[in-house]
């Protein structure tokens, strides 16, 4: 299975800390993406990194990825109240035909 | 408009009852996608459609039958559910883009509960 594996599984910072949440998946991909979810509700795309590329930036997010160690990293600076959300990352397969599989999720909550 | 709207929002049924979900976009995406989801755990992938055509069907229990009767719309007919069925039910959208998995633009779900 590709299925990313998040860690930690549930994380608690305050407002202004930063936030770092890791995934590691198993088999080849050609991208790998960033998805939020806010309780109950449907899922927001945060950002898609393909895998020749090793880092991308979009506002207060940071995504690296690491092909040899086949994982990657969500860093969410000066977080807020706000981005209290379960944060999942999404791996889609390189070969043709295979499905975005999502990973466990992180469980995100900002603390004011 | 860069939205995908599903419908209803909650749905209460009993084992015996037949009912549908409705999923609908018009961002001319010619992949569409069914995802379920339990409490506290990721969407898992039931079905997905290609220009219209079923492409992938992960196993699901033959009680769920999707429809895609065009290019915006994607319905899913429930029959005979099981308690177990109850979750949250995701449709999607993307690019079709030779069979790669690119950005997926989700509804806000559907909330299934069966009685």
């Known amino acids: 299975s590709q299925q990313g594996e998040e860690d930690p599984q549930a994380l608690s910072i305050q407002e202004g800390e930063n936030a770092t949440m890791n995934c590691s998946y198993k088999t080849s991909i050609n991208n790998l993406q960033w998805y939020r979810q806010n309780s109950g509700r449907g899922l927001v795309h945060l950002i898609l990194i393909r895998s020749n590329e090793r880092e991308k930036h979009s506002g207060r997010l940071r995504v690296t990825l690491d092909t040899s160690k086949k994982s990657s990293s969500l860093l969410i600076t000066a977080s807020r109240a706000a981005d209290t959300a379960s944060y999942f990352c999404a791996t889609a397969g390189s070969s043709g035909n295979t499905p975005l599989v999502f990973g466990k999720g992180t469980r995100l909550s900002v603390i004011a | 408009d860069t939205e995908v709207t599903q419908t209803p929002k909650h749905l209460v049924m009993g084992m015996t009852n037949k009912k549908s979900l409705k999923c609908e976009q018009h961002?001319?995406?010619?992949?569409m996608y069914w995802y379920k989801q339990k409490a506290k755990k990721p969407p898992e992938l039931m079905f997905v459609?290609?220009?219209?055509?079923?492409?992938i069907n992960e196993s699901v229990p033959s009680r769920f039958s999707p429809e895609c009767p065009n290019s915006s719309l994607l319905n899913l007919h429930l029959h005979a559910l099981q308690p177990e069925d109850s979750a949250l039910y995701l449709c999607?959208?993307?690019?079709?883009?030779?069979?790669?998995?690119?950005?997926?633009?989700f509804g806000e779900g559907s909330r299934l509960t069966v009685l």
């Open positions: 459609y290609s220009y219209e055509k079923l492409s």
């Open positions: 999607a959208s993307s690019q079709e883009r030779r069979g790669i998995t690119g950005e997926l633009f």
């Open positions: 961002m001319g995406h010619r992949a």
